[in-house]
């Protein structure tokens, strides 16, 4: 009996070893980073990662009133909507130093001036100061200076320039018809000074179009009417100019779509045809508007994936209605009306690098950022321009991931990893590897890399480090230098909430 006894107990024992053996061994096999034989699956544009200046910072306007200058006594209304949850706020210094130098560390780029307020701006193309009060048709006045300084802050920060024309009862004759009352003389003085728009939307979100400033009962039809005068003109004056569209938003069930469709848009007489087909996401509302979001759901997988959802339903349109053609999304930001208070946090890194690398996997030619500097979701805090941390995430994309899209060979529970060439290396890659998890992962790197690894002390941390130091500018407000840390081939571990860049 004790000799049957010793010997199912030894058994026992080699079982649970081997058990366990082949437990940990297949624990390494899954957590291997496998970076051999990978497939390209694509390439972005150069300036995919770039980003908005709305037309309401350039001439100045109301903008979303920062979150803790919300008298939240007050019961917000139809009427008194613009009144408690805007501000006005001065034209944006385009010549400003710092404003220059932190934009400037993100090129090359897109800049997108654009936004609602583009669609009833009138130009004031003279050199007399500025209109008290827009002529009758318009809303907003944008002088020389204020174009000037947009061209100008392009050229210095190596950013090639996107916009929208107005379509509002200013630029139309007596019977509703467009003109190009607005766009001809701005194009002109954009020539005049050595300018150059590279790519321009007809006008911003024609989905809203009910209030984005155009004629009442606005639709498809209408849509194509204007586009048909409006391509006519450019192909003309801007012949090198491409012509994106729809620019629709809010479709495909992610937030509330507006009045008019894509679909009106693209089975309309004359069918609408567009260089590239571009699109506008928000995976929600902010607070000011009533949304709902929280910051622990910020960081879900139904959270981040909401991008490709968002994507899904303009990649049919477009394959639908113009096979081929490049796919650019030209706004987004953490959530619509300005983005919630998180939105400055390091939670929003997860959803900023996520975002691209998703849509780089999707082919996704240009990712437009909303905005650069104001509101809640902007890179640059709007009164300081002092960096957000999303702007440390932006620098670090901007630094390390190439045009070359791979798929990756591992999947690793957890994380999610996304692999580019290495920027300005010939043989080199970079893998960006997200954990949005509470718990950390470890992954086997097959070789040496420079790490760059982003943390917090807490999600909603306005702080965020880089291998353990926290990210700041220098003293005379210039950026740090952006070092990476030695790893020798074997077992990284990537902490909890935490963001890991590496570069092969």
Known sequence: MRYHMMFFSTLFL???????????????????????????IGQVDERYQSVNIEMCEVVGGRFWIPYDLIDNNIEVTRENYHSVLKRSIPPANLYDKKLRTLASALGPMYIRVSGTWANTTYFQDNDEPKLESAPDGYENVLTRAEWKGVIDFCKAVDAKLVTSFAISAGVRDGEGNWTTAQIEPLINYTKSIGGKIAAAEMFNEPTHANHGGAPQGYDGAYYARDFEVFKAYVNKALPDM??????????????????????????????????????????????????????????????????????KYYEDARNKYLPNVPIWLTETAEAACGGNPWAATYTDNFRYLEQLGRLATKNVQVVMHNTLCASEYALLDQDTHEPRPNYWAALLWNKLMGTKVYKPNSEIEGVDIFIHNLKGSSDGLAVLVINPKETETIIEIPSEAQQYLLTADDILSKTVKLNDEILKLETDE????????????????????SILFLSF
């Open 478 to 497: 210039t950026l740090p230098r952006i070092a990476g840390k030695e790893l020798n081939a074997g077992e990284v571990l990537i902490p909890p909430r």
């Open 242 to 311: 491409k012509i994106l569209g729809t620019g629709g938003s809010g479709e495909g069930g992610i937030t509330p779509g507006g009045s008019v469709s894509t679909d009106d848009i693209m089975t309309a007489s004359p069918k609408p045809e567009f260089d590239i087909f571009s699109y506008h996401f928000y995976g929600g509302v902010s607070k000011r508007c009533m949304g709902e979001l929280t910051p622990e759901y910020a960081l879900s997988d139904e959270w981040l994936s909401k991008t490709e959802l968002g994507l």
């Open 14 to 40: 080699l079982f649970i070893s081997f058990a366990g053996f082949s437990i940990e061994n297949r624990h390494k096999e899954d957590n291997k980073l496998v970076l051999s034989n990978l497939k390209c």
